[in-house]
């Protein structure tokens, strides 16, 4: 069974660091991208980026290059999203799912991990 | 901007047969595949149809999609309570190098 599960909810002030994990299992994790999207409170889905665990290229949205890095430990099929310094809009819930290559869709997700920035 | 268009909402009584459009260009719907996930309440989107109108095990055939030039369209028939939910259009696109998104309906169950 195709699972992710992700790292659990986290409270953080503006300006501090955060990673958030989503751990890959059921599946050859080096053969499909691992994505993360980004839904506001009240808001709708928002790709965020990829990344292909077998080589660890990323592809990242404009909007967001630069803010957040994706990174991937292929050795305990686990791939991260991080900020170095988070900001009150970065509040958030993050999900990871999975690329299916064969009609570039997103099949499997995680289930989410809610981000709270707040002074 | 390479996000697709969606109604904000749409309704329908039990029984019924209601459609959701998504509406797109070239460079996504116009030139991949196109797919539709369900989210209901504080649970993580579900993979509902994908390449045009194929539709995972699990899922009923009361859901359908279809796609015609730089449009797609979710249909579903003989409507349930249980389909009240959150459903988003997405489709690969190549400006983007990522899918893009519709910006979700809201579909309620009279």
């Known amino acids: 069974e195709v699972q992710l599960v992700q790292s659990g909810a986290d409270v953080k002030k503006p300006g501090e660091s955060l990673r958030i994990s989503c751990k890959g299992s059921?599946?050859?994790?080096?053969?499909?991208?691992i994505s993360w999207v980004r839904q506001m409170p009240g808001k709708g889905l928002e790709w965020m980026g990829s990344?292909?665990?077998?080589?660890?290229?990323?592809k990242y949205s404009p909007s967001l290059q630069g803010h957040v890095t994706i990174s991937v430990d292929k050795s305990i099929t686990t791939a991260s999203l991080q900020w170095a310094s988070l900001k009150a809009s970065d509040t958030a819930m993050y999900y990871c799912?999975?690329?299916?290559?064969?009609?570039?869709?997103?099949?499997?997700w995680g289930q989410g991990t809610l981000v709270t920035v707040s002074s | 901007q390479s996000g697709l268009t969606q109604p904000p909402s749409a309704s329908g009584t039990t029984g019924q047969r209601v459609t959701i459009s998504c509406s797109g260009s070239?460079?996504?719907?116009?030139?991949?595949?196109v797919y539709w996930y369900q989210q209901f309440p504080g649970t993580a989107p579900r993979l509902l149809i994908y390449?045009?109108?194929q539709r995972p095990s699990g899922v009923p055939d009361r859901f359908s999609g279809s796609k015609s030039g730089t449009s797609a369209s979710l249909a579903i028939s003989g409507l349930r309570s249980e389909d009240e939910a959150d459903y988003y259009c997405?489709?690969?696109?190549?400006?983007?190098?990522?899918?893009?998104f519709g910006g979700g309906t809201k579909l309620t169950v009279l």
């Open positions: 799912a999975r690329l299916n290559s064969g009609w570039n869709g997103l099949d499997f």
């Open positions: 059921g599946y050859t994790f080096t053969n499909y991208w």
């Open positions: 990344i292909d665990p077998s080589d660890s290229e990323t």
């Open positions: 070239y460079s996504n719907i116009g030139s991949n595949y």
């Open positions: 390449s045009h109108n």
């Open positions: 997405a489709s690969w696109d190549d400006s983007l190098s990522g899918p893009a």
